[in-house]
């Protein structure tokens, strides 16, 4: 089922318009400034990201930051971090950030020891 997931939607689509909410994604209930010109778009603030983070920083990038961990957000924008919450595998919401040029992209990912 999981093969023909995407054809199967594009079918039912039309009926599923009862269960949308007012505003699609909960990224989009906070607005997303233009923070202005960002160096690097960093995806995921986890151990590793928040190492990629610092050293970013120190280095004198100007970083956006993206993860779907609330708490995650917060923390790093306690620290003064450029963060969006968000999903980043929503093409919508990425093409939804303030940035404007690939100079630099990073992503990192939890994986299971």
Known sequence: MILYSHAIYERIAPWLSIFERKVAH???????????????????????????????????????????????????????????????????FVASLPYNGPSGWSASFATAA
């Open 26 to 92: 909960r990224e989009l209930d906070s607005p997303l400034e233009d923070e202005g010109r960002v160096d690097t778009l960093l995806i995921g603030l986890g151990r590793f990201g928040a190492a990629i983070a610092a050293s970013l920083r120190e280095r004198g990038c100007r970083l956006l930051a993206v993860d779907f961990d609330p708490e995650a957000v917060r923390q790093h924008t306690r620290y003064g971090y450029t963060v969006h919450y968000g999903d980043a595998e929503d093409p919508e």
